[in-house]
């Protein structure tokens, strides 16, 4: 079993930067291939960001590409989402996910969800 919390959300102006956080519990997070997904209000959720288990590797919606950084510590048991750049449009909840394959991309089904944390840009 992993835990996921995620924490870090928040309000923020268009044009500004969020950083969010997962902290996983377990001695297998180095085991573990991280995502990042978010929903908003009446959509579907969807990926946003992947990361492989060393870090080597990392995968991008298209929508997000260029604004934000997948990243994890695997000393802490961390993986992080900083965002950049924010549009009204990346208002959602975010998700923090796990998977036991190597990479992570937007076809990986995750095995563990953290509960959300929300982001809300004003514009």
């Known amino acids: 079993q992993v835990q996921l919390v995620e924490s870090g959300g928040g309000l923020v102006q268009a044009g500004g930067s969020l950083r969010l956080s997962c902290a996983a519990s377990g001695r297998t997070f180095s085991s573990n291939a991280m995502g990042w997904f978010r929903q908003a209000p009446g959509k579907e959720r969807e990926f946003v960001a992947g990361?492989?288990?060393?870090?080597?590797?990392?995968f991008y919606a298209d929508s997000v590409k260029g604004r934000f950084t997948i990243s994890r510590d695997n000393a802490k048991n961390t993986v992080y989402l900083q965002m950049n750049s924010l549009k009204s449009e990346d208002t959602a909840v975010y998700f923090c996910?796990?998977?036991?394959?190597?990479?992570?991309?937007?076809?990986?089904?995750?095995?563990?969800w953290g509960q959300g944390t929300q982001v809300t840009v004003s514009s």
């Open positions: 996910a796990s998977s036991g394959r190597i990479y992570f991309t937007a076809a990986v089904t995750p095995t563990y």
């Open positions: 990361i492989s288990r060393s870090g080597g590797s990392t």
